[in-house]
């Protein structure tokens, strides 16, 4: 019988060391290939499905820790509790894995799928949702008490074209100086442009003076008037 081939390894002036290749290396070696190509054993018999990492929190084959399980197999049919055992084999056998979707459920529940296609389906769900779902900032127009006729409605139809894309506006008046002693004039100019933006907002909360700024937070109103077209852009329909 030929001996094993030994490995010799030196370490300056100490001992000479000599490895051994053991089965437990081929072992450990086999099973990190069957992990790093995320698939399964391919020796003779199969073996359980290999672990695969998810997101955290979300459980798979062998890091699920329950011994018991409730299984609901891929097509949402309840298979009952069983043991994680069980629920590997009859995975395996249907060329699936076990997937923890219920972890606080006594005992937890899982499901028979196939778990890339799992994570994909998860993946495009979260994607659609982010798509649609409308994204809505809080923007702010600023006047003085001061500010002219022609600024004030240049703000005012600012205004109005935020809360039509569906933006919180807060409308904020400044004072400085001597105007902190006249603020009736300040909030006049607020009691106006509130009330020629109601047919477009809801006053969530206002006018108040914090410091020197009188401010109102206003909300986008549902079914409100149309937006108003932006400068240059006629609305009319050719002739």
Known sequence: MTPPARTLLRLGRGPVL????CRFAADSARGAAVRSGGGRDSRPGGGF??????PPGLRVNERIRAREVRVIDDAGNQLGVMSLFDAMKAARDSGLDVVEISPNAVPPVCKLVDYGKFQYEQSKKAHEAKRHQKSSHIKEVKFRPSTAEHDFQVRKNQIIRFLG????????????GREMAHQDVGRAKMERLLKEVDDHALVEFGPRMEANILLALLAPKKGGAPRVAKPGVSSAAPA
């Open 165 to 176: 894309e569906g933006h919180k506006v807060k409308a904020m008046i400044f004072h400085r």
């Open 49 to 54: 499905i290999a672990e695969r990492g998810g």
């Open 18 to 21: 000599y490895f051994l290749p």
